[in-house]
């Protein structure tokens, strides 16, 4: 019989064996098994039985188990999503991410980076002529990422940052505007943001009317207090704000806009917590034109 394998490789071989989605034997075989103890071993040779259970059926409780938390796992990221589809649905394509993109990152957050493009590779439409519910499905999806993204990202909730009374109710003739860093803006052609705040806060949506097509929807995620909100915001505002993360000045970026109307929506977005700073333009006039300098008031 083979000398037992030491520590690590035996750890890599469990590893390989409990992630393939075909069960303890057919993960025993994987190259990756394989390659860790340098051979192809049985599982027999490494798992003891019980009075109970042989071996395959000892690691198979282990292998259910694996896959059983990263299902609870995508669940959990996904409420919407599963709500639209119903929970048979849902855990049927969770599962058929699971076995194509096996979780290899130690952080969970991870494991659903990957499910709207897996969705979309796998669309039910993919050969046949387009439909509109696979669309919804894969941005709601989407957005369920991004919504994770922000509750796990950089926030400001140890720094302090404008509310509109920090702001003059007269417009400043140009501002510098630095989005939060926990601000997400997310263009989408459904309502996805509403059915998902609904679904998120205990409520049973039905599935939208999608014909005709809605109107687009344009949204801007953020978390104060760990708490995320999605805001709608209409297209002239979602462009504005596109425009001021991209780090143009509110002049520029509000052009075709009145700039008390732009101040306005930037004070009530400083409201919602989707800035992290606002500061005046100072002039560019050049010296030898200047004749004080005088800043620029607060």
């Known amino acids: 019989m083979p000398e037992p394998p030491g520590l690590r490789p035996l750890q890599a071989w469990v590893q390989a064996v409990l992630r393939h989605p075909d069960g303890p034997a057919a993960g025993a075989a994987s190259p990756e098994a394989v390659s860790a103890l340098g ?7 490494l798992v003891a039985p019980s009075s109970r259970l042989g071996p395959e059926e000892r ?5 259910r188990g694996y896959h059983l938390r990263l299902l609870e796992c995508l669940r959990a990221m996904h409420p ?11 855990d049927g394509f969770s599962l058929d991410y ?8 130690r952080s969970l957050f991870q494991l659903n980076a990957g499910f709207a493009a897996h969705l979309e590779t796998h ?24 919504f994770l993204e922000v509750y796990d990202g950089p926030g400001v909730e140890e720094d302090w940052i404008p509310s509109a009374q920090d702001l003059p109710a007269e417009h400043w003739t140009d501002a510098d505007v630095v989005l939060a860093p926990c601000t997400r803006l997310l263009g989408s052609r459904f309502p996805v943001g509403d059915y998902l705040v ?20 344009f949204l801007a995620l953020t978390r104060r207090a760990y708490q995320v909100s999605i805001l709608t915001l209409d297209p002239a505002g979602y462009q504005l704000l596109e425009a001021l ?16 109307s732009a101040w306005e929506q930037l004070r009530h977005w400083a409201d919602c917590g989707l800035l992290a700073s606002v500061s005046p333009v100072r002039s560019t006039t050049p010296a030898s034109r200047r004749t004080s300098d005088i800043p620029a008031a607060r």
């Open 123 to 146: 669309r039910p439409d993919r050969d046949g002529p387009d439909e509109v519910w696979p669309d919804f499905l894969i941005e709601l999806a989407r957005l369920e990422r991004a």
């Open 80 to 90: 919407g999503l599963r709500h639209a589809l119903g929970p048979d649905l849902f």
């Open 98 to 105: 699971l076995h194509a993109h096996p979780s290899t990152n």
């Open 59 to 63: 690691l198979g409780l282990y292998h």
């Open 39 to 45: 051979r192809e071993a049985r599982v027999g040779e």
């Open 198 to 217: 609904a679904v998120r806060s205990g409520q049973d949506p039905p599935l939208p009317l999608l014909d005709p097509l809605p109107e687009p929807t």
């Open 245 to 260: 993360g991209a780090g143009v000045t509110l002049s520029r970026a509000a052009a075709g806009w009145e700039m008390a």
